[in-house]
């Protein structure tokens, strides 16, 4: 148990996305959006202070995931990790966010961090964040002016900073609908199973037998924020994955991360083992079967 104690904060309870915006545009950088909350209550238990707290609690239309085979796959601002885990549809055409959902961390924060909270962390570590930015995707961000969509690609900043505005609320994902050949992987490296990433990787790869189309390639705790490896990319666009083509985007993945020491790993580990990793995750893709994915 924590013996640590939180500073004073206002709770605030809106009951409608319109009153969770206004209390945003009111209270913009003085006050954190509260969904899952597993990120945001050891923060504020430690040295992160801020005026007003808003909880997610009560408002409706943020639980919506729902898999379209045209339009794709959208996620509201209060799925749990959890529930992506259950989700059929998840596990067949999103196989790489599966992976990462299931061996994020316990069952009981399982049950309580949300997919939207992962990405809004700006986490270089982020097991999901990693798996959604292979396979691509747009959050849905809303103000008192109107939405915007923001692409993940253009989302991650820096380390815990991202694109958000201070008055806009996260209200959904949306991940394109899978094409024909896709497939993709996660894959991490950790000290102990329930611990946070050592090194993680995520591809997404549109195939056409053994030749690969198009590929995005990520990695993970190499760099202040989630990497793509546009070297690697460009290697497999337009070539048949052979195990000799894996063998040079092992030896190139060492050009394009920028890892550090931390209490986790250091930079000598990541460097050496990260080109294995991803020449992994990239067979993993190619090989799924049934519970592989």
Request: include cysteine; proline fraction near 4%; charge should be neutral.
């Amino acid at each position: 148990m924590s013996s640590r104690v939180m500073r004073d904060f206002e709770l605030l309870l809106p009951e409608s996305i319109e009153e969770t915006i206004a209390l945003l545009a009111r209270h913009k950088d003085k006050s954190a959006v509260l969904a899952g909350g597993t990120d945001l209550l050891v923060a504020l238990k430690f040295d992160y202070a801020i005026d007003n707290v808003i909880s997610l609690a009560l408002v409706p239309g943020l639980d919506e995931l729902d898999f379209d085979s045209a339009k794709g796959l959208t996620i509201g601002a209060k799925v749990t990790i959890a529930e992506v885990l259950r989700s059929q549809d998840v596990k067949d055409h999103y196989p790489a966010l599966w992976q990462a959902a299931k061996v994020f961390a316990t069952p009981q924060l399982r049950n309580t961090a949300t997919v939207l909270g992962n990405i809004l962390r700006a986490s270089p570590a982020g097991d999901c964040s990693a798996a959604l930015y292979a396979t691509g995707g747009s959050l849905l961000l809303k103000n008192a002016n109107g939405c915007r969509n923001v692409d993940l690609d253009d989302f991650w900043i820096s380390y815990g900073v991202t694109a958000r505005r201070a008055d806009e609320l996260a209200v959904s994902l949306h991940v394109p609908a899978p094409e024909k050949g896709q497939k993709s992987a996660f894959r991490r490296m950790t000290r102990t199973t329930e611990d946070l990433s050592k090194i993680n990787a995520a591809v997404c790869l549109q195939m056409t037998g053994e030749t690969c189309r198009k590929a995005r390639v990520v990695m993970g705790c190499v760099g202040p924020t989630l990497l793509r490896l546009p070297k690697v990319e460009k290697i497999l666009e337009g070539a048949a994955v052979t195990p000799d083509l894996l063998r040079d985007i092992s030896n190139v993945v060492i050009s394009e991360i920028a890892p550090i020491d931390d209490q986790r790993s250091s930079a000598e580990y990541r460097n050496k083992v990260a080109g294995v990793l991803v020449k992994r995750v990239i067979e993993a893709a190619l090989n799924a079967k049934g519970d592989d994915q």
